[in-house]
């Protein structure tokens, strides 16, 4: 059975950092791209960052490039999602998922943590 469970999540004041980390189980963790979305309440699901096993291009949403930085560790089968200069906007529930392509669907994903920034 294929799991990923996020954690890393928490309340933060504006300005402050988290890291968010998605570990993998079940599964061929290298054979596929990671994807990190996001999803707020009453807003449209967002695709914040994908880090693409094809061609190795990291992609960021424009709301948060500059400030987030994906990274993944194959040996331990867990992805990261370093956020830094949180603001009040990037509250949400953060998913990773893993998916062949970064523009293709989530093949997988996890159950999400909860980010709170607080202004």
């Known amino acids: 059975e294929v799991q990923l469970v996020e954690s890393g999540g928490g309340l933060v004041q504006a300005g402050g950092s988290l890291r968010l980390s998605c570990t993998a189980s079940?599964?061929?963790?290298?054979?596929?791209?990671i994807r990190w979305f996001r999803q707020a309440p009453g807003k449209e699901r967002e695709d914040v960052s994908c880090?693409?096993?094809?061609?190795?291009?990291?992609h960021y949403a424009d709301s948060v490039k500059g400030r987030f930085t994906i990274s993944s560790d194959n040996a331990k089968n867990t992805a990261y999602l370093q956020m830094n200069g949180l603001k009040p906007e990037d509250t949400a529930v953060y998913h990773c998922?893993?998916?062949?392509?970064?523009?293709?669907?989530?093949?997988?994903w996890g159950q999400g943590t909860q980010v709170t920034v607080s202004s």
């Open positions: 079940g599964i061929t963790f290298d054979d596929f791209s």
């Open positions: 998922a893993l998916a062949l392509y970064c523009s293709g669907p989530r093949s997988y």
């Open positions: 880090l693409s096993r094809s061609d190795g291009k990291i």
